[in-house]
């Protein structure tokens, strides 16, 4: 298998590179796969360019070979996008710490640095505006057909347009007496999940099951029919948002994953905690879910004001009392006291010196307790 479609590379190294992105994408999707493979054909090609007198892998180095290569992909004319950029550094990189195990050269990992790879450009949230959000669902509604009610569905249960193409015709799963769930297949991060949902969206996979049964495509088990491809089927859904956005009076350009973004903001407004968010749009990582919140002024200024009218770093401070009572009884009360204003501050404490010691205090403390009740005790 070579590097790509295209012509085989005439480079030595050419069969030792396929060999490392063969085994890594194994496990991957077919456009990651030749993602990899263009990246190595790229490196490859630079370094039959530059540097031909490099045959073996032991003659790699960092300097120049590595660090040219990012340096001719910074002076590209156009230049490349950023993204793309960063997936050229993260493609070599897992090809190169690939090739160190399978030829057993070690140094070949740290050509290329974690460090040396920059962070991805942050994109603020997409979510629809409160006025989009109501244009956009009232014309959905007037519509009701397979695709007013298919976006519909992506907008109560944050799904992603291509989650939704691969939706099983029984994706409807029962927990209990009015407790529905829908199951997401695997999807971008090939994780599936389960959604709970409400009566309203139990109605849109009905009405989409509907539309199943008189499409002429014969049954293959998914909800909706793919006339060609997945790709094709995708494509007509975008185009009918976009007629259904004009439609809606809706003048900026609207795309599917927007309603994804606008699921979790109103999960975040309505209580939802951030963990179960996560789940809900089946996330790994915490910070891709804070891509998806859009924080409005007015959500921070709810947040103000219950911070405000429950300060949470008020903490009650202890109540002590003086003994009151004479003699022992006295002795004990203060003893007690003592013993429990030592303890409450003793928990505050981080790890370390003064909490050990006042950890030996209060052990002293309760044995003097413990001394001080048996004098009380009656002699027999």
């Known amino acids: 298998m070579n590097l790509s479609r295209r012509a085989p590379l005439p480079h030595p190294l050419t069969h030792l590179f396929t060999g490392a992105v063969d085994s890594l994408s194994a496990a991957l999707a077919p456009q990651s796969a030749r993602l990899y493979r263009g990246t190595a054909r790229n490196f490859l090609t630079y370094l039959g360019t530059h540097h031909p ?40 990189r897992g090809t190169l710490q690939e090739l160190a195990w399978s030829a057993q050269l070690p140094q070949l990992a740290q050509l290329l640095r974690r460090q040396d790879i920059p962070r991805r450009p942050r994109r603020l949230p997409r ?46 799963h029962t927990s209990g007496s009015d407790q529905w769930a829908i199951h997401v297949p695997l999807g971008k991060l090939k994780t599936e999940r389960m959604v709970p949902i ?8 009905q009405r989409l099951r509907f539309f199943r049964s008189f499409d002429p495509l014969p049954a293959d088990g998914r909800l ?26 809706i003048t900026q350009r609207i795309v599917p994953h927007q309603l994804r973004h606008t699921y ?29 919140l859009d924080i409005a002024l007015t959500d921070l200024q709810r947040e103000l004001h219950l911070a405000r009218s429950q300060p949470r770093h008020l903490v009650p401070q202890p109540k002590t009392q003086l003994a009151s009572r004479a003699g022992l009884e006295g002795v004990i009360d203060s003893l007690l006291t003592a013993l429990h204003v030592t303890e409450m501050y003793r928990r505050n404490l981080p790890d370390g010196a003064a909490r050990r010691c006042l950890d030996r205090l209060s052990n002293r403390l309760t044995k003097i307790l413990s001394v001080a009740r048996k004098l009380d005790a009656p002699e027999k």
């Open 127 to 172: 979510a629809l505006s409160m006025q989009q959000d109501q244009l956009l669902q009232q014309e959905l509604l007037c519509r009701n057909d397979l695709g007013a009610n298919l976006f519909l569905l992506l907008r109560h249960t944050g799904m992603r347009i291509g989650e939704a193409a691969d939706l099983s015709f029984d994706c409807l």
């Open 264 to 292: 979790a903001s109103e999960m975040l407004r309505s209580g939802v905690d951030f963990p179960a968010i996560m789940k809900l749009l089946g996330h790994a990582s915490p910070d891709m879910t804070m891509l998806y």
């Open 198 to 205: 409400d009566s309203f969206v139990c109605q849109l996979v």
């Open 53 to 92: 007198e490099v045959t073996s892998l032991d003659q790699l180095r960092r300097d120049p070979h590595i660090l040219g290569w990012m340096t001719m992909l910074r002076s590209r004319i156009p230049p490349l996008a950023p993204v793309t950029y960063i997936h050229r550094l993260i493609f070599l």
């Open 224 to 249: 909706l029919a793919r006339p060609h491809t997945k790709q094709t089927l995708l494509r007509h859904l975008r185009e009918y948002l976009h007629e259904v956005s004009a439609a809606a009076g």
